[in-house]
Nanobody
Framework: QVQLAESGGGLVQAGGSLRLSCAAS????????MGWFRQAPGKEREFVAA????????YYADSVKGRFTISRDNAKNTVYLQMNSLKPEDTAVYYC???????????????WGQGTQVTVSS
């Protein structure tokens, strides 16, 4: 079992930045791919970014490419999502998740955090 806890969400003006963190605990010895997903009100949850255990494979949704950066510190069991040039359409609950596969597919993630709210005002 792996427990995931997100932090760093909040309210920011359009054009601003936030950095989300996701701390993992429990069975962190496995080499999990870590992903970020988000769910806006009235919409389905969608993929945002993913990073393999080594950091050698990184994926982004087209909507965030060039603005968001995913990274990880395995020594701290923490994954980050640096979000720059935020837009009102980035408003959502952001979730981190862990998978034994290198994947962008939501259904292949085994463990999920509770989510952190990001609100971008115009």
């Amino acid at each position: 079992q792996v427990q995931l806890a997100e932090s760093g969400g909040g309210l920011v003006q359009a054009g601003g930045s936030l950095r989300l963190s996701c701390a993992a605990s429990g069975r962190t010895s496995n080499r999990y791919t870590m992903g970020w997903f988000r769910q806006a009100p009235g919409k389905e949850r969608e993929f945002v970014a993913a990073i393999s255990w080594s950091g050698g494979s990184i994926y982004y949704a087209d909507s965030v490419k060039g603005r968001f950066t995913i990274s990880r510190d395995n020594a701290k069991n923490t994954v980050y999502l640096q979000m720059n040039s935020l837009k009102p359409e980035d408003t959502a609950v952001y979730y981190c998740a862990a998978s034994m596969r290198v994947t962008m597919r939501e259904e292949r993630y085994d463990y999920w955090g509770q989510g952190t709210q990001v609100t971008v005002s115009s």
